[in-house]
């Protein structure tokens, strides 16, 4: 076996797709990461090489905190299918702009075209801004999930039953037949994601994959059991990814001096403008455990709290954060980067064969 090769229970990659200008931090430091098409493209394919297995489109309608510019989910992952052969890319989905039935039609056929390489992430709305500019109405912080929940509920009735009917308070349909129904089956993965007790319990009831922001072991140990132990009693099987700006160098001093300067050049107008939107949209969950609840300014300068997770030092350091997170229930790590294309490629050669390795050597322990 290949040190890259993954076995059943490998622990998966996925990387932040750059759809956004800016990168993945509110700074102004020198990135040689581009939104471009043409940059994505080639960041694809040294992906897939390198090992990762899925890619993560962001979907932001409107400009704001540092991401000036940005294409489109959808349309951008089908552009990244068509470019790569292996890699599984998935396009971020708002409930409010877009219909259930719109995104299964639209998901259905991206699915024939790249060979069942499509899947989706339900986010359900922290920027407020954004909804009143297209003038959607804002929903309380719970009742954005169950609408999520809805959502979910329809695009998997539509994409596994004939004749669908469902009754509920933000979606109707009435006998309706998709054909042709996707090529993987049950459906193509649904992801969905945050860290209220709200996202938790759709993670645990209706989504095939739960997301979350960047964080402690011992902090996602307690989200993942809650999500877990629910998810068993409603018999539902659910896997966890975490968020992590990875900043992988030879030796450690490297590693840390790039993150003091990532943080140095910090857009601080714009990292207390996301901070605010981002609160105020985390305080709003009843139990005010929403995804940035506790984030410090420096926590802020990356989008999803990716400097928490501290994959920040050397491969071997990294690689053995990589198993404890593992430990702890976690089965994908969602990462960011400064300079995607070099630093995915190192990430390829240096830590996931590191990581592949201490895996085994687990493996080797419990057997
Ligand atoms: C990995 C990940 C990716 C996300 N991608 C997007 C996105 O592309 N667009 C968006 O509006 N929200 C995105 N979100 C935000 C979530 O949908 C959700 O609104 C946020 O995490 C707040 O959740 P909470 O209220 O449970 O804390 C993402 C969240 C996570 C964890």
Do not use: C
């Not at 219909?99 to 039609?105: L, N, S």
């Not at 004939?162 to 009754?167: P, S």
């Not at 319990?201 to 999500?227: C, H, R």
């Amino acid at each position: 076996m290949s040190q890259n090769h993954s076995h059943d229970d490998a622990v998966k990659f996925a990387y932040w797709v750059p759809n956004v200008s800016g990168g993945l931090v509110v700074s102004t430091i020198e990135q040689r990461t581009d939104w471009s098409l043409e940059y994505n493209q080639k960041l694809a394919l040294t992906a897939e090489k390198a090992g990762f297995e899925y890619a993560l489109s962001q979907i932001r309608f409107t400009a704001g905190y540092g991401a000036e510019y940005q294409h489109e989910s959808v349309s951008f992952s089908q552009a990244l299918l068509h470019a790569t052969t292996k890699l599984k890319v998935l396009a971020a989905i708002l409930p409010g702009p877009w219909h259930p039935a719109v995104v299964a039609k639209q998901i259905a056929t991206i699915d024939h075209i790249s060979n069942g390489r499509i899947g989706i992430n339900v986010v359900s709305g922290w920027f407020k801004g954004e909804f009143t500019a297209l003038g959607e109405p804002w929903l309380e912080h719970d009742e954005r999930y169950r609408r999520s929940h809805e959502f979910i509920q329809a695009l998997k009735g539509i994409w596994t039953q004939d004749n669908f009917t469902f009754k509920g308070d933000f979606y109707r349909f009435n006998n309706y037949t998709l054909s042709p129904k996707p090529v993987q089956k049950p459906h193509p993965e649904i992801f969905q994601g945050g860290s209220s007790r709200a996202a938790r319990d759709n993670a645990a009831s209706v989504s095939d994959w739960y997301f979350t922001n960047g964080n402690t072991p011992e902090n996602l140990k307690a989200q993942i059991d809650d999500i877990q132990t629910k998810a068993a009693k409603n018999n539902h099987k659910v896997r966890i990814g975490v968020n992590a700006f990875v900043i992988a160098r030879d030796t450690e001093e490297e590693a840390k001096a790039v993150l003091a300067d990532i943080i140095k050049h910090a857009h601080v107008e714009a990292v207390h403008a996301f901070g605010d939107a981002v609160k105020q949209a985390g305080k709003a969950s009843p139990e005010g455990e929403g995804n940035w609840a506790k984030s410090s300014f420096e926590d802020l300068v990356q989008y999803n709290d990716g400097f928490r997770t501290n994959l920040i030092g050397t491969p071997q350091q990294i690689a053995e954060r990589i198993v404890e997170l593992k430990s702890v229930g976690v089965d994908l790590v969602l990462t960011g980067f400064l300079h995607f294309i070099e630093e995915v490629e190192y990430f390829g050669k240096r830590v996931l064969p590191l990581v592949r390795e201490l895996e085994l050597k687990q493996q080797a322990k419990v057997a």
